[in-house]
């Protein structure tokens, strides 16, 4: 679900650069500052252990491992963020995220004021209608809004594109901090979730809103902090809601 496409390129450069020999490996080196050196860094929350991956150019993903079913209430999410892996100097993205995360749990005033760690993961490199969704939502939508598929499609510059939202979010290799679980249906109903639509109505009870409550647009605020997380490639614009 969550692939870490640069750790396989890296593997298959090895394996070219044993067949090809010197040269080859040459024009490897030239190209070293391309490819991903991946970190990992697991930390405790009330949904379970998540795990972070990342090179030192940003976060490629978020991995929720499950194996704690999240019946605590949002008042008893307080849980100490752990690191439990991972050897080396830890990745300024990496640390970015764990701070983000462990604000988001524990104390979500703060997450305004927060870095967003630059992103990395290969969905972001190129231009497509799920790079532009993801974006979207991680610009527009915020902490206790929900946004439609319908309405997420328009913010993405095509209001016929519900179905495709829908793949985009399957698509979303950083859930939570892009907030996938924000993303509901017209009607009001849940919608899918890749984590478990318990997962989902937990993260929208902690953000204050109940279940069934029916979507409305994401907010038009864009603040500073969230721009840049792509890049300089990435459209930072705020979109009109209809
Ligand atoms: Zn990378």
Redesign the pocket.
Known sequence: MFDIH?SRQSTARHVFCGIWGTAAYLLVLGRMDET?EMKYKVVDSPLGKLEIS??E??L?GIKLHGGKTPDTGPAEAAAPAEQLGGSGAVLEPLLQCVAWLDAYFREPAVLEGLPVPAL?HPIFQKESFTRQVLWKLLTLVKFGETVSYQQLAALAGNPRAARAVGGAMRSNPIPILIPCHRVVCSSGAMGNYSGGVGVKEWLLAHEGRPAGKAARGGGSRATGSWRGALGSTASSQPAGRD
């Open positions: 640069c991903c990342g090179c150019r940003g490629h990395h």
